[in-house]
């Protein structure tokens, strides 16, 4: 029996994952010690990228994924090494040296925890079956915004890339190099973030509607929109208990200018026209 189940937060890459995980940090709920600047804990996040490994997938290509869920001898392992890894001492990766020593072990918490991360999307079948009475909630946002940021940040990570590989081109010579020069080449155009944006939503949707765990589906425009209002949909599903005037605080934190970024550009608007049917698929106008 699970003391004090986790709250599993999943989403499409650049969703609005990140800002509901400082939301509800902010709230009390334990996110992890040492998170990554994206409110990721390094813990969870090694363990699904090492399940991706297994399926040969990436997170710019998860659907081998599903091969591994699917296959009835390599799924019970991956689900017995998961349970092993959150039962024993390397959890102090994520709970840090002062909650370890309430127990190493995360299968039986007294606090109120939870951890992010976009792959969740695709492991969380693994992880109910480690945690079956988890809850979980599922954050998305409109498909242009999210190619566009994707697009956005690989412009930014190949320019840093291309500038460190001309300093050091000398060196590699003789030392080889270990990285590439692109943090997701499908990334680079609209049509590629889009389809990847796709594929996440299509999965978390089936998803949501086969699994029996409590959920909550929460939209990023409506919580940019409607903070505080949101921020208590939030504080109801966890169960937490925060104080109003902390919930007006932390509303006033969200900023409001980033809904429906891609309306104030025109390239990005006929795009969005282009593939209003996908879009509408979700739930989106174009």
């Given at each position: 029996m699970i003391h004090n189940p986790p709250v599993i937060i999943l989403g499409m890459h650049r969703s609005g994952t990140s800002l509901v995980t400082r939301l509800l940090a902010g709230m009390g709920l334990f996110t992890g010690w040492r998170n990554t600047r994206n409110q990721e804990s390094p813990f969870f996040g090694g363990l699904n990228?090492?399940?991706?490994?297994?399926?040969?997938?990436?997170?710019?290509?998860?659907?081998?994924?599903?091969?591994?869920?699917?296959?009835?001898r390599v799924r019970p392992l991956v689900e017995d090494y998961l349970r092993l890894s959150v039962s024993g001492p390397r959890v102090i990766r994520y709970l840090g040296p002062a909650r370890m020593l309430r127990g190493p072990s995360l299968i039986r918490q007294a606090g109120a925890w939870a951890w992010k991360d976009p792959r969740n999307v695709y492991t969380l079948p693994l992880w109910l079956a480690v945690f079956p009475e988890a809850k979980v909630i599922h954050i998305h946002r409109h498909g242009v915004d999210v190619a566009h940021s994707l697009k956005v940040r690989q412009?930014?990570?190949?320019?840093?890339?291309?500038?460190?590989?001309?300093?050091r081109r000398p060196l590699y010579r003789l030392t080889g190099k270990r990285g590439g020069f692109a943090n997701s080449l499908r990334c680079s155009t609209l049509d590629g973030g889009l389809g990847l944006w796709r594929e996440y939503m299509d999965q978390a949707m089936r998803l949501l509607a086969e699994i029996e765990s409590p959920t909550l589906d929460l939209s990023y425009e409506s919580l940019v929109a409607h903070p505080e209002e949101q921020l208590h949909r939030l504080v109801e599903f966890t169960g937490l208990e925060v104080p109003r005037g902390q919930l007006r605080l932390l509303a006033h934190q969200v900023d409001r200018s980033r809904i429906h970024g891609y309306q104030r550009d025109p390239r990005l608007r006929a795009f969005a026209s282009d593939h209003r049917d996908l879009l509408a698929a979700f739930g989106y106008a174009p």
């Open positions: 990228k090492w399940v991706f490994r297994q399926a040969g997938a990436g997170w710019d290509n998860p659907a081998p994924v599903l091969g591994l869920l699917a296959d009835e412009e930014r990570a190949f320019r840093r890339t291309r500038e460190r590989y001309l300093v």
